[in-house]
């Protein structure tokens, strides 16, 4: 990268993000971003020609069971510890709109 991490753009970085910095933070915020750069700069040195792009650094699988369908439970069931109902429905406080 040509461009280098002074003050400058870290204090510059700050005020975009609108983001208050000490000149200690200035200083250290600096030092770890051209570390980061750093880095950055030996990861484009790797050769790699002929490896395929991939969205994850692993192999991602679901772990969820699938999804069948199963008894249900009965309105009185699903309804026993509702604190309020009407019917077969849970009776809710208005949240919309006017409250009375």
């Known amino acids: 990268m040509s461009k280098t991490i002074d003050l400058d753009l870290v204090r510059h ?7 208050a910095l000490s000149e200690q933070e200035v200083g250290t915020f600096a030092a ?14 790797l050769d ?10 692993v ?7 699938d999804d069948t ?4 439970l009965t309105p009185e069931q699903a ?3 509702a604190p309020d109902r009407d019917g077969d429905f849970f009776k809710v406080p208005k ?3 006017d409250s009375q």
């Open 13 to 19: 970085i700050g005020k975009l993000s609108r983001i």
């Open 32 to 45: 770890q971003l051209a570390g980061i750069l750093e880095y950055f700069g030996k990861l484009q040195e």
């Open 48 to 57: 790699t020609e002929g490896v395929e792009p991939m969205a994850h650094a």
């Open 59 to 65: 192999q991602l699988h679901n772990v969820l069971a």
């Open 69 to 72: 369908p199963g008894e249900s």
């Open 79 to 81: 309804l026993a510890n």
């Open 95 to 97: 949240v919309i709109g």
